[in-house]
């Protein structure tokens, strides 16, 4: 049993190959509708990041981490037609899937790959609203460059993950891979993912590069019922790197193990329900 403190070079790793996962722009679409048509608070978490807030002088918008682009989906109706967007991701194949949801929002999109790192070029003081939805955990080091391209009346609108996240379905896969002898006792990747930028850190993190910080907590579940195992299997097998701790048995083998408790506990529960706790962070006056 190790417990030791990950070194910085080990958490980029993890980071790298988390980020990795999302290049299946296709299964990354379904993984996201099944979630959408599984979570038990039908609210939509763009509608209420976005309801407060003034859009109708928006002139520029980036969507950090875009991915096929989520977030900027949610901006349909919000800001004037043909608004400027960019979206920026580490993987090029979002290119096009990013570009039809600017489409569907009804914006003029620009597509950036090469990853977080191309904010360096982008103006100081150019930008009207960043948006970033799950993705700030990836690149915290990086808030300094958002406060930097914002003007100073602008707005970034950070959706991210609270920690503990999924806390029961947490517990539940460490226990099944403790009883196959496959957990260290560290902390599941995601869980080292998520706290570079959760709730718990998020305001810390900010307040160097804002001035103003307004933040709000989003409850609600995943629920599957058996019927809907192959959903639950859809999900889980994309996002299987975030659950198994790497180096310790393949993979598949452990991805394979807990599938097949789920399903038999599944069958003797007719469900299951994982907590999903979210926050939004409204921030302004950028320093
Ligand atoms: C969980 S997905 C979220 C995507 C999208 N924002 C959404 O809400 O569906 C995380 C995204 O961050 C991107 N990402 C990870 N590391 C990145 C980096 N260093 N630079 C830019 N994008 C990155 C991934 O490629 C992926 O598209």
Redesign the pocket.
């Known amino acids: 049993m190790t417990n030791s403190l990950p070194s910085e070079n080990h958490k980029n790793k993890v ?2 190959s988390l ?1 990795d996962v ?2 299946d722009l296709k299964t ?1 679409l379904e993984v ?1 509708d099944i979630i959408q048509n599984h979570k038990s608070n039908r609210q939509d978490i763009r509608e209420i990041a976005l309801a407060e807030l003034n859009l109708s002088k928006v002139k520029s918008i980036i ?9 900027t989906r949610g901006l349909v109706g919000k800001v004037k037609k043909n608004t400027k967007i960019i979206g ?4 090029v194949k ?1 290119k096009q899937f990013y570009l039809d949801s600017c489409k569907h929002a009804e914006l003029k999109g620009q597509f950036i790959s090469g ?3 191309e904010i360096k070029s982008i103006k100081e003081n150019s930008i009207d609203l960043v948006i ?4 700030l955990y ?2 915290p080091e990086y808030l300094e460059d958002i406060a930097r391209i914002l003007k100073s009346d602008g707005t970034f609108v950070a ?1 991210t993950h609270s920690y503990p996240h999924m806390v029961e379905f947490t517990t539940y896969v460490k226990t099944i891979l403790h009883g196959a002898g496959f957990y260290s006792g560290n902390n599941l990747p995601y869980e080292e993912l998520i706290k570079g930028f959760s709730n718990v850190n998020g305001v810390e993190l900010l307040s160097k590069w804002f001035g103003t910080i307004k933040s709000e907590k989003i409850t609600s579940s995943l629920v599957f019922n058996y019927d809907d195992y192959h959903c639950f299997e859809k999900y889980f097998r994309f996002k299987k790197s975030f659950f198994i701790p790497p180096n310790i048995t393949n993979e598949d083998v452990q991805c394979e193990v807990i599938l097949e408790s789920l399903k038999n506990d599944m069958k003797l529960q007719s469900k299951i329900e994982i907590s999903k706790k979210d926050i939004i962070f409204i921030c302004q006056k950028p320093t």
């Open positions: 980071k790298s980020g999302f290049c990354h996201a969507d950090l981490g875009c991915g096929f682009g989520f977030f920026v991701d580490r993987h979002c990853g977080i790192g970033c939805s799950y993705a990836f690149f959706i």
